[in-house]
């Protein structure tokens, strides 16, 4: 290649690395920035402007995650450690010296250290970069690690922005996300000049896609008539989601948080191997049985997912069904844009039948109801209604997928409560639902992703699971916010955090993954429906009894 001033790709922009600064001076904006086409406009003038390095951690920035949602590294980076780098260098008068990629490259410095000293060594080079940023730069590096950017930015509003900076359909680009499963990587290819066409993105064996998810439908009858003719009714197993990647000999399975998961599921590889297809990925649920091959408990599942260090669960002490329901590729052929109909007939023709998630395509509601009450009485949580016509939407949770399963209920502990808004103002209103942990359950908690987020998940033998100012009258607000005022410990602005001693009773929809809770549980949807002062503490429900309820994981 001829040599030029350039370097090696005469047409490639001159490298011009962008300060963070800049997009420091971004957020400022997109905070003060009312309605989304203006914060639409102003993330696609950052993602327009910088340079081509620095695309891909500009869209995670700006979507507020430091990482690639498929990176399977812990960043670790919390309040302390970022406590413990500012001591280590001096704040500059200036700043303004460190670039979005110089940011970028010590974002993945950070994910890659690991082993004794971490700490000391995350904090030394957080110090470094941070010795390089003024104070409101150092401010929004902070804000970008602990998840607290606060712009009014989502992920939906940052891959809007890339369209309009790449002058691109708005479609295509949801459409490659759902597929990468990751903003920056879409915001690298759209904005490149010499990728192909953002239209050709296709799945990839070997690469998790987002799971589609399921709605809640009121009962049978609405869920039948909202999924329209012929509608697939199947049971709603109660474990987890997996799909299993295919190609030739090498089989690759993955979890709903889309991390690897073949090494705890050779039964899930067992059954990549029987797939009658060179290449295939299959989509289904694993459960934990007992001898009789009825499901057990959520928990007893999770202990086969244990992490390295911890001692998981043989493949003897906790045995697995796998049951499969839907297929998103088959030997070169994606089929998430083909109807239910087509895809679940293919996946008959290359899954032995014991491998299927049962499925009843029907309009009749004695059918659906049929199946129902089979679900149930074989131990499991439900029915999924699936509408036939409907295609493989990744990542998504939409109406063409309901579940039908009873209203749940839990008793929780008040660990703490917020003072109201306007009307509410005088009482102690927005209630923190907590959990017990018993000792021998602390292994289900989990670090929330953004520590320091909620200071009442870190009591001691307890974890919350959700907040909530719904289901009680003006008179019990009263009542509420004179018994937390008694029970309070420790007083904030926002109100206050309290023994935990008083029960209520909670009816929610689901219960959803959450990383901002040490319980790695959110309850949606949450209404207190009683006071139960009459109730101990010791009779409310545990971490475990939350993990156990149906809904999504
Ligand atoms: P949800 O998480 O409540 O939105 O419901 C979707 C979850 O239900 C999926 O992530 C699956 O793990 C699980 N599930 C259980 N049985 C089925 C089924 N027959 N079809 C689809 N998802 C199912």
Redesign the pocket.
């Given at each position: 290649m001829a040599g030029t001033l350039l370097g090696r790709h005469p047409a490639s922009p001159l490298l011009v690395p962008t300060p963070f600064a800049r997009f420091a001076a971004t957020c400022d904006a997109l905070r003060q920035l009312d309605g989304r086409n203006a914060k639409r406009e102003g993330a696609a003038e950052l993602l327009a402007a910088v340079d081509r390095d620095e695309r891909a951690p500009t869209a995670r920035f700006l979507a507020g995650q430091t990482l690639s949602p498929l990176d399977e590294r812990d960043l670790n980076v919390g309040s302390s450690v970022l406590a413990d780098a500012a001591g280590e260098g001096q704040t500059p008068l200036f700043g303004g010296e460190a670039t979005i990629a110089d940011v970028a490259r010590v974002v993945d410095g950070l994910a890659d250290v690991s082993g004794t000293g971490s700490g000391q060594r995350r904090s030394a080079l957080l110090g470094g970069l941070l010795g390089r940023l003024d104070e409101d730069e150092q401010a929004w590096l902070r804000a970008l690690f602990l998840g607290e950017l606060r712009t009014g930015v989502q992920e939906g509003l940052v891959l809007d922005a890339i369209a309009e900076a790449a002058d691109e359909d708005a479609e295509i680009v949801r459409r490659a996300h759902q597929l990468r499963g990751d903003v920056g990587e879409v915001a690298a290819r759209a904005l490149a000049d010499d990728e192909p066409p953002l239209a050709d993105v296709d799945l990839e064996l070997g690469r998790p896609l987002g799971?589609m998810?399921?709605?809640?439908a009121e009962d049978l009858e609405t869920a039948l008539a909202e999924a329209g003719p012929r509608a697939f009714v199947?049971?709603?197993?109660?474990?987890?989601?997996i799909q299993i990647h295919r190609r030739g000999e090498d089989v690759r399975v993955f979890s709903?948080r889309l991390t690897e998961v073949t090494d705890s599921l050779p039964e899930a590889r067992e059954v990549g191997d029987q797939l009658d297809a060179e290449q295939a990925l299959a989509v289904g649920?694993v459960y934990a049985v007992d001898e009789d091959g009825r499901p057990r408990p959520f928990p007893d599942l999770m202990r086969r997912f244990r992490r390295e260090h911890e001692r998981r669960a043989s493949r003897a002490e906790v045995p697995v069904a796998i049951r499969l329901?839907?297929l998103l590729h088959v030997d070169g052929t994606t089929l998430i844009d083909d109807a239910l109909t087509e895809r679940r007939a293919r996946l008959e023709e290359l899954a032995p039948e014991d491998l299927l998630?049962p499925a009843v395509q029907t309009s009749r509601l004695a059918e659906a109801e049929t199946v129902y009450d089979q679900a149930q009485g074989e131990g499991h949580e439900g029915v999924?209604v699936?509408a036939a016509e409907s295609t493989y939407e990744p990542g998504r949770?939409g109406r063409s997928?309901l579940?039908v399963k009873p209203a749940e209920t839990l008793d929780l502990i008040v660990l703490g409560a917020e003072w109201g808004h306007g009307r509410r103002s005088e009482w102690l209103s927005n209630y923190h639902l907590g959990v017990r942990v018993p000792d021998d359950q602390r292994d289900l908690l989990q670090e929330p992703s953004q520590p320091g987020q909620d200071p009442v998940t870190r009591r001691e033998g307890h974890a919350m699971v959700g907040k909530t100012f719904k289901g009680l009258t003006d008179e019990q607000f009263g009542w509420m916010t004179d018994r937390l005022q008694e029970l309070a410990e420790t007083e904030h602005g926002w109100g206050v955090e309290v023994a935990p001693s008083l029960v209520v009773e909670v009816t929610f929809e689901?219960v959803q993954d959450s990383s901002k809770y040490r319980s790695g549980h959110a309850l949606r949807f949450a209404r207190i429906t009683a006071i139960r002062d009459d109730k101990p503490v010791r009779g409310a429900a545990t971490v475990a009894d939350v993990a156990a309820t149906g809904?999504?994981?």
């Amino acid at each position: 290649m001829a040599g030029t001033l350039l370097g090696r790709h005469p047409a490639s922009p001159l490298l011009v690395p962008t300060p963070f600064a800049r997009f420091a001076a971004t957020c400022d904006a997109l905070r003060q920035l009312d309605g989304r086409n203006a914060k639409r406009e102003g993330a696609a003038e950052l993602l327009a402007a910088v340079d081509r390095d620095e695309r891909a951690p500009t869209a995670r920035f700006l979507a507020g995650q430091t990482l690639s949602p498929l990176d399977e590294r812990d960043l670790n980076v919390g309040s302390s450690v970022l406590a413990d780098a500012a001591g280590e260098g001096q704040t500059p008068l200036f700043g303004g010296e460190a670039t979005i990629a110089d940011v970028a490259r010590v974002v993945d410095g950070l994910a890659d250290v690991s082993g004794t000293g971490s700490g000391q060594r995350r904090s030394a080079l957080l110090g470094g970069l941070l010795g390089r940023l003024d104070e409101d730069e150092q401010a929004w590096l902070r804000a970008l690690f602990l998840g607290e950017l606060r712009t009014g930015v989502q992920e939906g509003l940052v891959l809007d922005a890339i369209a309009e900076a790449a002058d691109e359909d708005a479609e295509i680009v949801r459409r490659a996300h759902q597929l990468r499963g990751d903003v920056g990587e879409v915001a690298a290819r759209a904005l490149a000049d010499d990728e192909p066409p953002l239209a050709d993105v296709d799945l990839e064996l070997g690469r998790p896609l987002g799971p589609m998810l399921a709605e809640k439908a009121e009962d049978l009858e609405t869920a039948l008539a909202e999924a329209g003719p012929r509608a697939f009714v199947e049971p709603k197993l109660d474990g987890a989601r997996i799909q299993i990647h295919r190609r030739g000999e090498d089989v690759r399975v993955f979890s709903r948080r889309l991390t690897e998961v073949t090494d705890s599921l050779p039964e899930a590889r067992e059954v990549g191997d029987q797939l009658d297809a060179e290449q295939a990925l299959a989509v289904g649920e694993v459960y934990a049985v007992d001898e009789d091959g009825r499901p057990r408990p959520f928990p007893d599942l999770m202990r086969r997912f244990r992490r390295e260090h911890e001692r998981r669960a043989s493949r003897a002490e906790v045995p697995v069904a796998i049951r499969l329901f839907d297929l998103l590729h088959v030997d070169g052929t994606t089929l998430i844009d083909d109807a239910l109909t087509e895809r679940r007939a293919r996946l008959e023709e290359l899954a032995p039948e014991d491998l299927l998630t049962p499925a009843v395509q029907t309009s009749r509601l004695a059918e659906a109801e049929t199946v129902y009450d089979q679900a149930q009485g074989e131990g499991h949580e439900g029915v999924m209604v699936k509408a036939a016509e409907s295609t493989y939407e990744p990542g998504r949770r939409g109406r063409s997928w309901l579940k039908v399963k009873p209203a749940e209920t839990l008793d929780l502990i008040v660990l703490g409560a917020e003072w109201g808004h306007g009307r509410r103002s005088e009482w102690l209103s927005n209630y923190h639902l907590g959990v017990r942990v018993p000792d021998d359950q602390r292994d289900l908690l989990q670090e929330p992703s953004q520590p320091g987020q909620d200071p009442v998940t870190r009591r001691e033998g307890h974890a919350m699971v959700g907040k909530t100012f719904k289901g009680l009258t003006d008179e019990q607000f009263g009542w509420m916010t004179d018994r937390l005022q008694e029970l309070a410990e420790t007083e904030h602005g926002w109100g206050v955090e309290v023994a935990p001693s008083l029960v209520v009773e909670v009816t929610f929809e689901a219960v959803q993954d959450s990383s901002k809770y040490r319980s790695g549980h959110a309850l949606r949807f949450a209404r207190i429906t009683a006071i139960r002062d009459d109730k101990p503490v010791r009779g409310a429900a545990t971490v475990a009894d939350v993990a156990a309820t149906g809904g999504p994981r």
